[in-house]
């Protein structure tokens, strides 16, 4: 199928953790210019040569998303290179600190919630203002089964994730009728370096990755993690201009869980 993405202006932060690759590597597979963002430049440089783009079709960025000056700048410059910004894919993010909640901190819970929401807030903010202008563009929020449950030890991740949810359908009903949608894929588990470390918090080092996997993917009625490729198929779904008519949503991607009413 064609998706209808080629040479449209994306913007990806995040882009090198193992969804932010598989993002970035789907968009650039469509033929999009692409804008991306990690916290290090050492991690762009990396990712940089595994990706099939020219170097005129690519802007990356140092951006830590918690500074919102940072992430205006990223909006402003490429739409001045490129001409405008037609889907925005709010993806960094972090799990925070596998804790109860009689030992988290405040500091704990900013931490968590500066990436976590501060982040698409930010990025919804100068995405809007310059799709306003254009009447039309796409966002799509990286989120998280953790929108819809609760889980124990993860109260600083899980809010902020409730809150990009409810964020995500503010915005979306402020810019509906506009040409813009903004929408959120939520997936359960995935198969990424983030997944690594709630393993270990949860199982300890003793547990090996296969056996980890078996464990936290037997919640799952399809028995299996996420992939990052799949994340990132449905996040193009959402950019695709014929998933037009949805927006406001959040699009839950936890192999079945939801019909278990969990």
Request: proline residues 3%; charged residues 25%; aromatic residues 6%.
């Amino acid at each position: 199928m064609n998706l209808e993405l080629k040479d449209k202006v994306v913007m990806i932060t995040g882009s090198t953790g193992g969804v932010g690759e598989a993002l970035t590597k789907a968009f650039a597979k469509e033929g999009c210019k692409l804008a991306i963002s990690s916290t290090k430049q050492e991690k762009l440089d990396k990712l940089v040569p595994t990706l099939d783009i020219p170097d005129e079709r690519l802007m990356t960025f140092v951006v830590d998303v918690t500074k919102e000056e940072q992430i205006r700048n990223m909006v402003e410059k490429t739409v001045e290179r490129f001409g405008s910004l037609d889907v925005q894919v709010n993806n960094a993010g972090y799990e925070g600190r596998n804790a109860p909640i009689t030992e988290q901190a405040y500091e704990d819970f900013i931490r968590v919630y500066n990436i976590n929401i501060f982040g698409p807030v930010f990025g919804m903010k100068y995405a809007c203002q310059q799709m306003l202008k254009q009447g039309s563009g796409s966002i799509v929020n990286i989120a998280s089964n953790g929108n819809f449950v609760g889980a124990a030890n993860m109260s600083p991740y899980v809010s902020s994730k409730h809150a990009v949810a409810g964020l995500s359908k503010c915005v979306a009903l402020e810019v509906a009728g506009k040409g813009i949608r903004v929408n959120c894929v939520c997936p359960g588990a995935i198969d990424t370096p983030m997944m690594r470390s709630i393993e270990k918090a949860f199982l300890g080092d003793g547990v090996s990755t296969e056996e980890a996997k078996k464990t936290f993917g037997a919640a799952y009625p399809d028995g299996r993690y996420a992939t990052a490729e799949e994340v990132a198929d449905l996040a193009l779904y959402l950019a695709f201009p014929r998933s037009g008519h949805i927006t406001g949503s959040c699009i839950r991607q936890d192999g079945g869980l939801e019909a278990t009413s969990r």
